[in-house]
């Protein structure tokens, strides 16, 4: 069959998982259940039929309003959904039919592509569906729900070296974060450390940082108030909070990082030199946990940092959950290029706020820094081989350095 089925049939199912993302967008944030109950009005409650929930179309012929009883229905139903299908078909086709960018999937289709590689795509795909549903979120309720990373990572530790298994060839091996022998016994090194942490932070002998952000915002707002005047919602403080003990509370991080970055250090340090004749579903699963501390560490590292130097909370807790997910799923390497490719959405962001405040005489919100991550994110995953190449020299070094 032509690659343009397929690119069809992908957006498609881009639209169904469209409809699922805007169940995440609206239940997630409020801790409700995605599963029970089913699809009904918000205003109404009455269960919706099937045919009320095929997406963009319904959203049309139903005109915009409930079946039952009228009331709106937001736009941004159908405009998740067909964004949602326009990403997926944008993947496939950058992936698959495009003549630069991820040169591994550079193939006719079933000559080997997507019919070796189809299990990595769609760990890929659940990692866009993920950052765009985050961007969502954070965007309007300046929060990512953990859950979202944590279960984009769960997947990649499954199914990426489960891929191994199923199509063998360099296609496949091209794009899995595999890592060598010492990367691979510095991951579990570093996920032994963070068990280890969270047990101490369970059992309060670590302590747990910005315990009392919720007390001292609340008395904030009681002190200050919101501005009524946002028709967009209840209103922002009327002065932006910032918590008052920031470089207090990222020295209790310091003391729960400790122990993974001991961790990782040991791992590697123990790791087999070389390149020792490990399984690679072993060496993928260790690219993947390898991933996962490497992209943590970096935002946390920042943030961190950023606090100390500051006086303010810098960066928030799931901004270190999103860029860790990303790299669990492309790897340690590629998850560098999304941290430092995000401040250029953010730049680009603030000036184009910046122009319309003054052109529409209004202020705009500022937007979190988890978009500017999930933006990097599909930059590297369009154009990975190219920006990958350029950085070669640079993970050479790393690798002489720190895994040789």
């Known amino acids: 069959m032509p690659n343009w089925f397929w690119l069809i049939s992908v957006a498609l ?31 109404c409650s009455h269960d919706l039929a099937w045919y009320d929930n095929v997406p963009v179309l319904a959203w049309f012929w139903l005109r915009g309003k409930c079946r039952y009883c009228k009331a709106p229905i937001s736009f941004q139903y159908p405009m998740v959904e067909a964004l949602t299908a326009l990403m997926f078909m944008g993947l496939f086709w950058a992936y698959y039919m495009q003549p630069f960018g991820t040169a591994p999937l550079r193939s006719q289709f079933f000559h080997p592509g997507l019919s070796q590689t189809w299990p990595v795509f769609v760990v890929h795909l659940l990692l866009l569906a993920g950052l765009f549903a985050s961007t969502v979120i954070d965007a309007k309720l300046f929060i990512i729900p953990r859950s979202i ?6 997947v990649a530790a499954v199914v990426l070296p489960a891929a191994v298994w199923y199509g063998t060839t360099p296609l496949v091996i091209g794009l899995l974060p595999i890592s060598p022998p010492k990367g691979t016994c510095g991951a579990a090194g570093g996920l032994i450390g963070v068990g280890l942490a969270l047990l101490l932070l369970k059992f309060k002998i670590l302590p747990l940082s910005f315990a009392d952000y919720e007390v001292l915002y ?42 993974p ?99 529409m005489k209004k202020r705009f919100q500022p937007i979190p820094y988890g978009p500017y991550l999930a933006g990097a994110a599909v930059v590297v995953m369009i154009f990975r081989e190219p920006i990958m190449d350029f950085l070669r020299p640079l993970t050479k070094i790393f690798d002489i350095l720190f895994l040789a």
């Not at 169904?16 to 259940?33: A, M, T």
């Not at 669990?328 to 122009?355: C, D, H, N, R, T």
Request: glycine share 16%; net charge negative; charged share 10%.
């Open 218 to 259: 609340e008395a904030h707002l009681a002190k200050h108030g919101t501005d009524s005047k946002d028709e967009d919602g209840p209103g922002e403080p009327v002065q932006w909070f910032h918590y008052p003990h920031a470089r207090r509370e990222v020295i209790k991080e310091l003391a729960f990082l400790a122990l």
């Open 149 to 154: 990373p944590w279960t984009i990572t769960l």
């Open 13 to 43: 199912y881009g639209g169904c998982i469209g409809s699922f993302l805007n169940v995440v967008i609206y239940r997630l944030p409020e801790g409700k259940s995605l599963i029970t109950p089913g699809s009904r009005c918000p205003s």
């Open 261 to 359: 970055v001991a961790g990782m250090l040991i791992g590697i340090w123990l790791g087999p030199a070389g390149s020792a004749n490990w399984p690679s579903w072993v060496l993928a699963l260790g690219g993947a946990g390898f991933g996962y501390l490497v992209g943590a560490g970096l935002v946390w590292m920042t943030r961190i940092l950023g606090s100390l130097a500051f006086g303010k909370e810098a960066m928030g807790l799931g901004d270190v959950h999103l860029l860790a997910a990303i790299g669990a799923v492309l790897g340690p390497g590629e998850s560098v290029p999304v941290f430092f490719i995000a401040p250029f959405f953010g730049l680009a962001a603030a000036m184009l706020m910046f122009g319309l405040s003054a052109l």
